[in-house]
């Protein structure tokens, strides 16, 4: 199967052919623009989705299937009719989903800036949006690079190798670092490799079959990045589409164009550890939060807190995966701070991961707290 830009420039192509035997001379045809919005892969020349298209399709099911079928496993964590094996599929993980820490929709309204308080801001009018401790998944397939700055570490965990139909058991690694037959360490440029780290130990899961991991990257090519969506001028829209559509005929007017591309989002989500700080009270019942390592201190505004509270805890606490909400969250605020920079630990079991600065910010959690304090003074 050619892709849409693909088959296009064989169009421009065999005009071109014609044209010149037809003793029109040398000049190259006009630069045709595809009408809509270009994917950013397409302009990038990133092939990888009609790859995986090209594979999928050589079954019955079409593309949109698949999709279906990711999203399914994405919100659902198991699909009802599944193209092979029992019908519903067996469940990813009894604890999680993947919407319990993404979002699938643009999250931050500067692409390139992981700032949790424009976020929220962001976020605030649209409906089923979080302040997660995972990255959206909208643009995913569009980055270099996944588990980066603190989360390096899980570029020691394992994932099958290669993935296929029959389940394979968790790899490790076991106490020498080593990952078990069958499996290797993921490569942190590959998001089928982020995506089964996520599944087989985030989730407290398993790791996902072929069919689950090809459905699960049709839906995240579902949510690329487009042309539209990185704020380039008019004028530099234009350009762009110029220079790179249908096919790009100036390699360095190309190279050009595609860096200011790369430059308008991000290649890599980073993530800093956040450090607990200094806890102490105030006289009026509040808490002043700080100093941090870096001299800082916060106090928090239960105002605020009470909206970042529905959006950055309340879809996880309060609910089957967590009862407790509220009040009791607050009950030792030394053990809130240690719950925000380290998460929990089990490993069998329903745990809360961490928030990295880049996902909460200090003023942010400082507010969650004191509106947690005002509940516990009221019984809630």
Same mark, same amino acid.
């Given at each position: 199967? =050619? ?7 064989? !169009? ?27 994917? !950013? ?52 993980? !009894?604890?999680? #989903? ?7 929709? %643009? ?13 929220? +801001? $962001? ?11 995972? #990255? ?10 996944? $588990? ?8 020691? =965990? ?9 389940? #394979? ?31 087989? $130990? ?19 090519w579902s949510l690329e990045l487009h042309l539209s969506d990185l704020g380039l001028s008019p004028d530099?829209?234009?350009? !762009?589409?110029?220079?790179l559509l249908p096919s790009p005929r100036d390699p360095r007017r190309a190279a050009e164009a595609r ?31 700080g100093p941090y390592p870096d001299g800082q201190s916060f106090t928090g505004d239960p105002g605020r ?38 998460? #929990? ?18 003023? +942010?959690?400082?507010?969650? =707290? ?9 019984? %809630?």
């Amino acid at each position: 199967m =050619l892709s849409r830009w693909k088959a296009l420039a064989v !169009v421009v192509a065999a005009v071109a052919v014609v044209a010149a035997a037809c003793g029109q001379g040398l000049v190259p045809p006009p630069a045709v623009v595809p009408p809509g919005d270009p994917s !950013v892969a397409a302009l990038l020349g990133d092939d990888r989705r009609d790859k995986l298209e090209d594979r999928i399709a050589t079954g019955a099911r079409p593309w949109s299937r698949w999709v279906s079928w990711g999203e399914e496993l994405f919100y659902n964590g198991f699909v009802e009719d599944p193209p092979v094996g029992p019908k519903p599929s067996p469940r990813i993980s !009894v604890f999680y #989903t993947c919407a319990n820490c993404h979002n699938t929709a %643009r999250e931050d309204p500067v692409l390139t800036d992981q700032n949790p308080e424009a976020r929220f +801001q $962001y976020i605030q009018s649209r409906p089923g949006m979080f302040m997660t401790q995972g #990255t959206t998944m909208w643009g995913a397939v569009n980055r270099e690079s996944f $588990y980066n700055g603190y989360y390096a570490l899980y570029h020691d =965990l394992c994932v099958p190798d290669p993935t296929t139909e029959t389940q #394979t058991a968790n790899g490790g690694p076991n106490e020498q670092g080593q990952c078990a037959p069958g499996t290797r360490k993921m490569d942190p440029k590959s998001l089928e490799d982020a995506t089964q780290v996520c599944s087989g $130990y985030c989730s407290v899961g398993r790791y996902l079959v072929r069919w689950e991991l090809d459905a699960m990257m049709a839906y995240f090519w579902s949510l690329e990045l487009h042309l539209s969506d990185l704020g380039l001028s008019p004028d530099d829209e234009q350009s !762009v589409r110029e220079t790179l559509l249908p096919s790009p005929r100036d390699p360095r007017r190309a190279a050009e164009a595609r860096a200011q591309l790369r430059s308008r989002f991000l290649l890599a989500a980073g993530d800093t550890a956040r450090t607990v700080p200094e806890v102490s009270r105030l006289p009026g019942g509040g808490y002043a939060v700080g100093p941090y390592p870096d001299g800082q201190s916060f106090t928090g505004d239960p105002g605020r807190g009470g909206p970042l509270y529905a959006r950055s805890c309340a879809h996880c606490h309060g609910t089957a995966i967590y009862p407790v909400s509220g009040g009791p969250l607050a009950g030792d605020v030394n053990r809130f701070f240690q719950m925000l920079a380290k998460g #929990t630990s089990e490993s069998n079991a329903a745990y809360m991961p961490e928030f990295t600065y880049q996902r909460l910010s200090r003023q +942010q959690s400082a507010d969650i =707290l004191a509106y947690l304090l005002r509940l516990l003074r009221e019984g %809630r």
